[in-house]
């Protein structure tokens, strides 16, 4: 099973769309819909991470073509995570949609220990849009 257009639009939505990179609030040079250039980063101390260099060839406009491709590859692993999780449940469309967005923001461990249905904590009004447009998605049967 593939994220649909509708899901893919989600995500853009509410990840946001970056041409440069940029680093993101985990100190890692990121592009795109959120996808990290060096992998590498992430396994620095946080202090450390700010002394990491952009790479000549990297520091540049990228373009929506190589933008879409590398959510697209990054997607993978979010749709593979979904499905397995939900071991033999067949979502339909609309329901993985939601799930694969709602793992791409929070992390597949988070919705792996998640009732996703139960909120708490610090209410946050793009989170809860974001999560609001899940549920429609979610529900809609599409």
């Known amino acids: 099973m593939k994220t649909s257009e509708n899901g893919i639009h989600i995500i853009k939505y509410f990840e946001g769309i970056k041409n440069r990179p940029y680093k993101c609030s985990a100190r890692v040079w990121t ?21 990491y260099k952009l790479k ?3 520091d540049r406009i990228w373009s929506n073509e190589e933008i879409d491709g590398l959510l697209r590859k990054d997607l993978l692993r979010f749709e593979a995570g979904v499905l397995r999780l939900l071991g033999t449940v067949q979502p339909k469309q609309s329901e993985f949609d939601a799930l694969v967005s709602f793992s791409f923001n929070l992390g597949l461990g988070t919705f792996q220990r998640s009732r996703v249905r139960r909120a708490g904590g610090k209410v946050l009004l793009g989170l809860q849009r974001r999560r609001m447009a899940e549920h429609a998605m979610f529900m809609s049967g599409a």
Request: charged letters at 30%; a negative charge.
């Open 31 to 51: 592009i795109g819909v959120g996808h990290v250039l060096y992998e590498r980063q992430l396994c620095m101390p946080l202090a450390e991470r700010d002394t």
């Open 56 to 58: 000549p060839e990297d």
